[in-house]
């Protein structure tokens, strides 16, 4: 019976030992998917995040035929101020009990649409160029609302 025991827990132990070492290799073999590249309370904000931004600005200008007036020199720095800027209004907008209903961001989702002369498919194909979808420009919309309040 010890002989059994001993067999048993070498079993055990080398189960446990490759179970390690095959956490350990990926553990190894793991990359860095994105990064934080401001903390603001307890919200962070990701360099993904951030070049995101960078991207919508760069293609704004790029819209309307003003790439070369783009102001370049600490670009990245600016966008990301505002970014914290921006989390900062929200949640003091959100500790003073603001909120935005729904019915407003339709109603600005409207506006929009009838400021650029287009339809729900325009706006779901322009948001799929940004690869944004409907629910997070909606967000970008709340929190444009709220940061005016």
Do not use: F, H, W
């Amino acid at each position: 019976m010890s002989l059994r025991k001993s067999i048993n827990q070498k079993l055990v132990t080398s189960l446990i030992c490759l179970l390690l070492l095959g956490g350990l290799s990926s553990a190894v073999m793991a990359r860095v998917l994105d990064r934080v590249v401001a903390k603001v309370n307890d919200e962070i904000i990701t360099l993904s995040g951030l070049e995101e931004r960078l991207n919508a600005e760069v293609n704004r200008y790029r819209q309307a035929g003003m790439l070369d007036k783009l102001p370049t020199d600490g670009l990245k720095e600016k966008m990301l101020d505002r970014m914290v800027d921006e989390k900062l209004q929200i949640q003091d907008g959100k500790k003073l009990g603001m909120s935005v209903k729904e019915e407003q961001i339709l109603k600005a989702l409207d506006d929009i649409k009838k400021t650029n002369s287009i339809d729900d498919r325009q706006l779901e194909e322009m948001l799929q160029k940004e690869s944004t979808s409907i629910e997070q420009y909606k967000e970008t919309i709340r929190n444009q609302i709220l940061v005016s309040k």
